[in-house]
């Protein structure tokens, strides 16, 4: 095995293995420093020893043995005498769990990292750290924030949960509705950085990141069948990853939604999704008022449902993202609502909508892109070039950077 092969291997491992790794060591010892500085340890052990070694027949085996281990050794070096110590020592030897028992522990670990004790934008990005295993400027870039910045504030969630001692485990049966609306909101970041990663040093489509927030949000909708929101995140989840195998170009750029071949989307993944908006629209006609969630799927299932782009029904589209801004008035949300609007009533009445978001949005690339593609159509070509530019300047992902850089090259 090459040394390519070894850290391909290596990467692999930390997609896969990370939350169950870090699951299980807050299981373990109840700290989450100790599973996340420990899991950390044994990914840098691996980076040492694997290439020599060899890669284990067991990865995430190898490395739950090996973090249990450096988890052990830094209690015994900060000299813990108390029962936590104890146990380790008594677990020292212990052989690895079967990873197929870490599963559960991983819901564990979200409703821990989603205790109400935070502040949602902090058990969102508590989570994406400990479950999802995405780095700072990962997270960072999610966020539109420092790197700093949020360092700082999964340092300070840690040690809130450490000092109130919040508990590992899922939330009783009377709690759990309570408690979904946060975990829901952090499985849907998880899924979006596996739908189109935010990091230039990764692929630009991670699908164990989004098959991971489909198998938990199914986990979720087992224990709440009724709850309309994790219905209506498992459809948008399932409609947008339907659409995975048509994103890239054999180039590697990422394609549009126009643009995509729509016969090698999952059809079982779409029939799937749709079932379940119907479900929704049933509950919604029979007065029960969907959110944001539901919303969002609906209008994923008008997409899918065309055959043609140019057979979308984009007034449909335009009613949801209306009732959408009701639910949600984030400047993220107007700016896709003005996509809509640019084919209803042309890019000049879009754009408009657009430039009214410039003060929230100037640092989200996404902002410029779309800019760039409405002067771009209202022939405004030197605006257009100026706008990818600072798109291209911003976009993270590599596939991303890309397609935004050939389009910027045609205006020439």
Known sequence: MTRIDVREAIT????????????????????????????????????????????????????TTTANRQAIDRIRRENKRDDKHRKAQMSYDDPPEPLGVIDDDRLRLIFTCCHPALAMETRVALTLRMVAGLTMPEIARAFLVAESAMGQR??????????????????????????VSGVLAVLYLVFNEGYLATSPGTDPLRPELTAEAIRLTRLIRALLPDDGEVAGLLALMLLIEARRPARISAGGELVSLDQQDRGTWDAALIAEGH??????????????????????AAINAVHTSARDMRDT???QVLALYDQLVRLDPSPIIALNRAIAVAELDGPEVALAAVDRLEPRLARYHAYHATRADLLRRLGRGRESRAAYDKAIDLAGNTAETASLTRRRDQLR
């Open 313 to 315: 029904d984009w007034s």
């Open 12 to 63: 692999q491992a930390h997609h896969e293995e990370w939350a169950r790794v870090v699951a299980s060591l807050t299981r373990r010892f109840g700290d989450l420093d100790i599973a996340e500085e420990a899991a950390a340890e044994a990914f840098a052990t691996a980076v040492q020893r694997w290439p020599a070694d060899g890669v284990p027949p067991n990865p995430g085996a190898w490395l």
């Open 154 to 179: 999964i340092t300070r969630a840690k040690a809130k949960i450490k000092a109130a001692r919040i508990p590992y485990r899922v939330p009783s049966a009377e709690d759990l509705p309570a408690r």
């Open 275 to 296: 079932r379940l908006v119907r479900e929704r629209l049933a509950a919604a006609a029979a007065g029960v008022a969907p959110g944001r969630y539901q919303i969002l």
